[in-house]
């Protein structure tokens, strides 16, 4: 394993740790390893651009569930720190592992707590919701308005990582 790959599954480790317990990552990991990896590809001859644009992949990928309310912020700014770090073709392989391992955590998490059939039907009140009214958030069912049980994103984002780094 490069030491690229080794750093940026020690971020996400971290930042797993830290969500499972607190469901904070903080900013102090997110903006310090965004700005390593910018710093460490700019001085190992990548550049800037390449993690930059890795970094704004990472960023981008998941802003929309973001702004409708399913994501937490510092789900996005972990994404977008291991984007310095993977550059921005990796960081798309990234964000489609971490959607489709948050999507088989989200049911196992529902399972495990009961929730399955109240999740399902939030996610097809949510689609009607949308036909409707346009998309815009729900607050009834998003991570703010939801009793529902919670997933530390982190988890997915670390599955989605290692996904990334051993299909490449």
């Known amino acids: 394993m490069n030491a690229v790959y080794a750093v940026a599954i020690g971020i996400s480790v971290i930042g ?3 969500d499972v317990r ?11 390893a965004a700005i390593a990896g910018v710093m460490f590809h700019s001085a190992r001859g990548a550049g800037a651009l390449f993690s930059v644009a ?9 802003i929309i569930p973001f702004a409708l309310g399913g994501l937490g912020a510092g789900d996005i700014k972990l994404l977008a720190a291991l984007g310095a770090w993977l550059g921005p073709r990796d960081t798309v392989w990234l964000a489609l592992y971490t959607g489709i391992s948050g999507g088989v955590l989200a049911i196992v998490v529902a399972a495990c707590y ?6 399902l039907s939030n996610v097809w009140l949510l689609l ?20 529902g049980p919670r997933l530390a994103y982190a988890v997915p984002i670390l599955a989605g990582l290692v996904l990334t780094i051993w299909l490449r």
């Open 54 to 62: 890795g970094l704004v992949v990472g960023g981008a990928a998941f």
């Open 114 to 119: 009961g929730y399955l059939r109240q999740a």
């Open 16 to 18: 797993c740790v830290t």
């Open 22 to 32: 607190s469901r904070r990552i903080p900013n102090v990991l997110t903006f310090g």
């Open 128 to 147: 009607a919701h949308w036909c409707v009214s346009g998309i815009r958030p729900v607050h009834e069912i998003s991570l703010e308005g939801s009793s």
